[in-house]
């Protein structure tokens, strides 16, 4: 929106509530930011530029919230400029031209501004009180920052801001401090505009028009106990919208004040209904608090008027998840991906979910999809879905999920998680009679840590099984240096020396095996052992 345009809309905003007579009014200086309709230079300036501050009426206007709970752009209310453009009948267009240019007439009046201005500066009695020299200061401000030239509407404000710094002193009216706290955000000056906000209050803690903006900046900065400190105070001085209510309540949850956070959003929502981040604040409120069933209905609610918004159908399925009903959530999940809002993340729960439910056909299909999306996923996930799914009997499931990960993420795997993957194609080899692959997998491993006492164990064992001694008490010698593994390591060989009648050598090993950890089965064994190396 132009300046020129924007100047416009304040001026027949600020028409539209004066009296027919005369053109004048008195209005609240508290009114414009406390959810009042009047319009001011603080409003014109703070819709100047590209600010990204988001107030009370901002958000009415259809600003972005980004802030705990809070995601969605609201797309609420209508600005003055809206107003003005709305249509008439064509039979309404000769007076409406009527009334603009008695308007305008009303507006270029030096008496009527003048009126206007003062009304702005304070007529409330929760307003710090300002000197006549300081009235006659700020209107000549307002003048400034009512500018309606593009062009020159920038340097008009700083000119404004240059005179107000140049005022200020230990003695200065609170207000003084406001309006500049004020300018400096039209030109996204945060911190000298949050430090004016901070000597405004300090000045005048009644001044609750300073407190709200206060709040609002620390809302910004995510200082958020601080936030409702502000916030608390503009509600006890009688200030409250529907908008700082719902500000509040995400002050509140990003606390994990959950109650708290419910009660601020459904005030918020009795003062604005339309405004759709109150509602969704209160679905998320209700999912922390474990309602589940609150918060699914509610959001189903808001998927009535939108359809297609991802953030509702995840919240919604999230919740559905927590209700342990894995497949209503599973739809929910695969709404999402139909839409194109799927993340590696969510995929991978939807993964689970079907999992979980024992589709693991399905499982695997959304696996796939996560780390085609994505092939620098964390895939620690997926690998303990492929232990999951093995120990459930679902081998085959099992060795696709492998041979996904493998295809896709196979260059982000760290060394542990390709060890597990390899441990798990060996057992999944073995469990199909699979020798050749079961071995060639294990002496992956091996290459890849020669230290790793279970595939030397079970390399050793696989040996000693198709009755290559060499090999076998080779594997076994080598896991008895893990400490670890010593134990298991010294019984392996002991049974390979013992086929070979070798029992002198056989019996130290099952006797320190026995001082590592005394079984009554080994001490049999030992027993047998020394009997036989008796009798030869």
Known sequence: MSMRILGKAVLLSCLAGCAATDGTRESSAAGSTEGGAEASPERLVADRGTSSETSAEDLRDGEVVEASGIRRPTGMGTTGDQAVRQETAPQDRPARARRFAEALEIWNSPDYRRKLALSLISTSDIEPTVTADEQELLLEVFELLAEEDEARAEKSAREALRILRSELDDSSS???????????????????????FEAAVRKSPSFRRAWARLGQMQFRDQEFAKARESFQQVIEKGGADGSLYGLLGACHAALGDYLAAESAFRLAILMEPET????????????FQGK???????????????????????????????????????????MV????????????????????????????????????LDPSMNVGPLVLAANFLAGNAANREAGDLIAAIQEFAAEGLADDQRKDLLRLQSRLAAARGDNDVK???????????????DALILLGDHYYRQGDADQAEFYFKQAEEIPEFERSAKLGR??????????AEALPLLERAQVIQ?????QDFLEQIEAAARGR
């Open 518 to 522: 005394s079984t009554q089965n080994v």
């Open 276 to 287: 759709i981040d109150w509602k969704y604040g209160l679905a998320e409120s209700f999912g």
């Open 337 to 372: 991906d139909q839409l194109g809002g799927s993340t590696a993340s969510s995929l991978t729960n939807l993964g689970a979910l079907y999992s979980n439910s024992g589709l693991y056909e399905l499982a695997v299909d959304a696996y796939r999809r996560a780390l085609r």
């Open 439 to 453: 071995i060639s997998v294990l002496e992956e491993i091996i290459a890849l840590d020669p230290r790793d006492g």
């Open 174 to 196: 609170a207000v003084l401090y406001f309006w500049v706290g004020v300018i400096h955000l039209q030109f996204e000056e945060l911190d000298p505009a949050r430090a004016s």
């Open 494 to 503: 002991a049974q390979v020396l013992a086929r070979q009648q070798r029992y």
């Open 292 to 334: 589940f069933a609150d918060a699914v209905a509610l959001f189903g609610q808001l998927l009535e008027g939108d359809p297609d918004n991802v953030d509702f159908w995840m919240a919604q399925g999230q919740a559905y998840a927590r209700m342990k009903e894995p497949l209503r959530a599973a739809e929910n999940f695969e």
